[in-house]
């Protein structure tokens, strides 16, 4: 039996169904971090040791954030970056560099504001805890404006500007552990009642 065309139609006219050749694979680097018992660093990147400039100095813990800067800066993007604890325990991201200012961004001040400028207000901020989390694990609030960590007893705390919260249409937070998956919904007006 033949196959049927509509009036007009050309069996040719049908679409290609020929698989369209690869696109080029993006390459994001994986950073490596092993954290000794006393807090040093032991880095690789894609395999390779890590020598630190001498501006970052000996990598320890408290240069985690310094090095993460130094690395997204330098490779010129998003770096995948993988720790294992002393403790055996691992935590993975994906860490981004900053955003570059705009070449059409209106030029910074040359000169800080002087003392006679009106004092910028204080934000109104908002507590939201639960208890519940992993000790140390990494929470999420949503509408996802910022992160906070679950402290040594696993109780969550963050810290909001109010104004956040007048963007989110229920008017609601929402903690979220990344490890334990504790999920925790708050009404902060409601809550204080």
């Known amino acids: 039996m ?3 065309h509509r009036r007009g139609s050309d069996p040719a006219d049908e679409p290609d169904n020929t698989v369209a050749t690869a696109q080029p694979i993006i390459h994001v680097p994986h950073v490596r971090v092993d954290v000794a018992p ?9 395999g ?4 630190p400039p001498e501006a970052l100095g000996a990598l320890r813990r408290d240069t985690f954030g310094a090095l993460a800067d130094h690395l997204t800066a330098a490779l010129n993007g998003p770096i995948r970056v993988e720790v294992h604890e002393a403790d055996g325990s691992t935590f993975t991201d994906i860490l981004t560099p900053p955003r570059r200012r705009s070449r059409f961004a209106p030029p910074e001040p040359a000169f800080p504001q002087q003392a006679s400028a009106p004092a910028a207000a204080v934000p109104a901020l ?4 639960a208890d519940g989390f992993v000790p140390g694990e990494d929470i999420a609030l949503a509408v996802i404006v910022a992160h906070s960590d679950a402290g040594p007893t696993g109780h969550g705390r963050a810290l909001l500007q109010r104004h956040l919260l007048d963007l989110a249409p229920t008017q609601e937070v929402l903690l979220l552990g990344r490890i334990s998956g504790t999920l925790s919904v708050h009404h902060p007006d409601r809550d204080r009642q």
Request: glycine share 4%; no cysteine; proline share 10%.
């Open 48 to 51: 390779a040791p890590f020598t």
């Open 126 to 129: 908002l507590e939201v805890s």
């Open 2 to 4: 033949k196959p049927r």
């Open 38 to 46: 006393d807090g040093a660093l032991a880095v690789t990147v894609d």
